[in-house]
């Protein structure tokens, strides 16, 4: 058998042992070509551009066995027979991972907002709120939670026997199922742009009746009535805004 450098084109004689022993890997003896020699194996002497050794037809191939093809790193040499180092991990891989992430975090805040009642009911979870600062406690051991207050009516017009006087009428209630604070209320006058023209705030002992108790709190489903008095702005007040602070 005979393989043919693919680089100088110099044919040297094979024989089935040095295949084996290489695994077919030789070097040229010509220009020191390293290649395959299975993939340039002829069973008779290539016809062809093909060229003989100088030493002479009988000159054989140094056996190389396994090429080493040494890659320097920092601070080691590394095998190109060693197990290659495992795969870094791919970056959809990451995305999908921080995405399932972010995934639970989202149902996870999900499902307390629905079941907030109820965890605020639990003792135990009330009072690690608490702890944590996730619920505001105000006087008495009341809790704050101006969103859970709802404004069922609401009404405004001049006053009748006093001039200058804006009289607002309004209703709310408590939709938490525990008692809380009464909030302070939040009037702002707009224009017809929807700008502010005036803004007052009121506190709970300046819309509840004389003599009432401000640190009972506000009870579950209690529709609570509020008449107030305001400036009257003129003309340039054309609506009006509430918030439960």
């Given at each position: ?5 693919p680089?100088c084109k ?12 290489s ?7 010509q ?7 299975l993939?340039?194996?002829?069973d008779?002497?290539p016809?062809g551009?093909?060229n ?13 066995g396994?090429?080493?093809?040494a ?9 190109e ?12 891989q990451l995305?999908w991972?921080?995405?399932t992430a ?5 149902t996870?805040a999900?499902?307390?907002?629905t ?6 009911n639990?003792?135990?979870?009330n ?11 105000e ?20 006053h009748?026997?006093?001039?200058g ?5 309004l209703t ?11 909030p ?21 002992a ?11 709190g ?8 509020v ?13 009006f805004e509430?918030?439960f602070?």
């Open positions: 058998m005979f393989t043919r450098c680089q110099t044919v040297h004689p094979l024989t089935a042992e040095v295949i084996s022993h695994r077919g890997l030789v070097q040229c003896g220009c020191g070509r390293s290649f395959s020699s993939s340039f194996l002829f008779e002497w016809s551009e093909a003989r050794p100088a030493s002479g037809p009988d000159t054989t191939l140094p056996i190389l396994r090429v080493k093809k890659v320097t790193t920092a601070e080691k040499t590394v095998d027979d060693s197990e290659p180092d495992p795969p870094a991990a791919e970056p959809v995305v991972a921080v995405s972010l995934l639970v975090l989202v996870l999900n499902m307390a907002w079941f907030r009642e109820p965890l605020l639990n003792p135990r979870i009072s690690w709120m608490k702890q944590t600062g996730w619920l505001q406690v006087q008495q051991g009341l809790l704050k939670d101006p969103q859970q207050i709802q404004l069922i009516s609401r009404d405004m017009h001049t009748p026997t006093r001039s006087i804006l009289v607002l009428s709310f209630v408590n939709l938490a199922q525990h008692s809380q604070v009464f302070e209320l939040e009037i702002t006058l707009m224009d017809a742009g929807n700008q502010p023209v005036a803004q007052r705030q009121f506190h709970p300046d819309y509840l009746r004389p003599g009432a108790d401000t640190q009972a506000l009870t579950a489903d209690v529709f609570l009535p008449l107030l008095e305001l400036g009257d702005p003129g003309e340039l007040a054309v609506g509430i918030r602070l």
